[in-house]
């Protein structure tokens, strides 16, 4: 009896480790390419850049992790059809989700980046329902004028907005959110699911094809025009690390726990990172009105997301995960930008 109590508190504190792990490298993750971008220390103001270093890393760790070493085994069921039709255009979304939301911090301040991105759930879902995944409701429209509401005032009380930054970050929540609807079309219409590891696998690549050709017309000629490429190898290649090592915790926490329990952890991590960023980031002056619509838009998405989880747990009731499932990809949050 005292080993399986001994036991039982071992796999609680396993559990809630790798829930902080997750927070502080989600929260973490947003700070640190905030800095790289805008130091003047690492000199390294290229958003496009720096997301193709970290696709070309993940790429090569994945390949290392699966290939090579073995420590990983790819998912099957990957064909070209599929690959062509549904994880290419997951690849271009997402390099654009990672280009235009890393490029928004240039511009606007972390916390309100935050913000704005409480959107994401209504673009999703307005989507959606364009793709004929979604069913509109009374109570999802609800739900998503609670969200917009939010966002809209969390905005008015921001004292330096910047539209340019405003822009790229919406821009980045629309191709986050085209993002996601591919994915979910792969899973339900398709039946592929894959765990982080192979998702990454095959994405990453593909990822970084898409962000090599703009990189190449929009970032190359001002890398060059600065001198002879001298940047902080060490840096770059610790926040490429950093970055690999958060998509591994998501694997981790969802395997000991659950996609509710990833989608609380991520509403803790945006505050978490709104209210630190106040204290990290000169640029980033918190107001009442900002906290009190933020507030209001984290509401509404907490409801969207209790929704959304009992509309999943509703269709899955009659089927018991084994202990070697893959996770479906619609359960994986972005965590390239937190």
């Not at 990454?200 to 002879?228: H, Q, R, T």
């Given at each position: 009896m005292a080993d399986r109590s001994r036991g039982f508190m071992r796999d609680e504190f396993v559990t809630y480790a790798y829930i902080l792990l997750y927070i502080a490298l989600s929260s973490g993750q947003i700070f640190f390419n905030k800095w790289v971008l805008s130091s003047k220390e690492i000199n390294f103001p290229y958003p496009l850049g720096l997301t193709l270093l970290h696709m070309i890393f993940s790429s090569v760790l994945c390949f290392l992790l699966t290939k090579v070493l073995k420590i990983v085994k790819v998912e099957e069921g990957m064909t070209l059809e599929i690959y062509v039709t549904s994880v290419i255009p997951i690849g271009a979304m997402f390099a654009m989700t990672l280009w235009l939301g890393n490029t928004a911090y240039l511009y606007i301040s972390v916390a309100f980046a935050q913000m704005?991105?409480?959107?994401?759930?209504?673009?999703?879902?307005?989507?959606?329902?364009?793709?004929?995944?979604?069913?509109?409701?009374?109570?999802?429209?609800?739900?998503?004028?609670?969200?917009?509401?939010?966002?809209?005032?969390?905005?008015?009380?921001?004292?330096?907005?910047?539209?340019?930054?405003?822009?790229?970050?919406?821009?980045?929540?629309?191709?986050?959110?085209?993002?996601?609807?591919?994915?979910?079309?792969?899973?339900?219409?398709?039946?592929?699911?894959?765990?982080?590891?192979?998702?990454?696998?095959?994405?990453?690549?593909?990822?970084?094809?898409?962000?090599?050709?703009?990189?190449?017309?929009?970032?190359?000629?001002?890398?060059?025009?600065?001198?002879?490429?001298?940047?902080?190898?060490?840096v770059l290649t610790l926040n490429s690390l950093c970055t690999f090592a958060l998509n591994l915790s998501v694997f981790l926490v969802i395997s000991h726990t659950s996609a509710l329990t990833i989608r609380v952890a991520g509403v803790v991590k945006d505050w978490v990172v709104v209210l630190v960023s106040a204290l990290l980031f000169a640029d980033t002056k918190l107001t009442v009105i900002n906290l009190f619509g933020y507030a209001i838009a984290i509401a509404g998405v907490a409801a969207y997301n209790n929704h959304k989880l009992k509309k999943e747990a509703s269709r899955v009731t009659s089927e018991t995960p084994g202990d070697g499932e893959s996770i479906p990809l619609v359960s994986l949050p972005n965590t390239e930008r937190g």
């Open positions: 704005l991105k409480a959107i994401m759930p209504v673009a999703v879902f307005i989507l959606g329902v364009a793709a004929g995944l979604e069913i509109m409701s009374c109570r999802m429209l609800l739900i998503m004028s609670i969200i917009s509401f939010g966002v809209l005032v969390a905005s008015y009380g921001e004292l330096n907005i910047n539209w340019i930054g405003v822009v790229y970050q919406m821009g980045g929540v629309v191709g986050e959110a085209l993002r996601l609807i591919f994915m979910e079309i792969l899973v339900k219409r398709k039946g592929i699911k894959l765990n982080p590891i192979s998702l990454m696998y095959y994405v990453s690549p593909c990822s970084a094809v898409c962000l090599f050709v703009p990189w190449i017309f929009l970032e190359k000629s001002k890398m060059d025009g600065n001198g002879p490429w001298n940047f902080h190898f060490v």
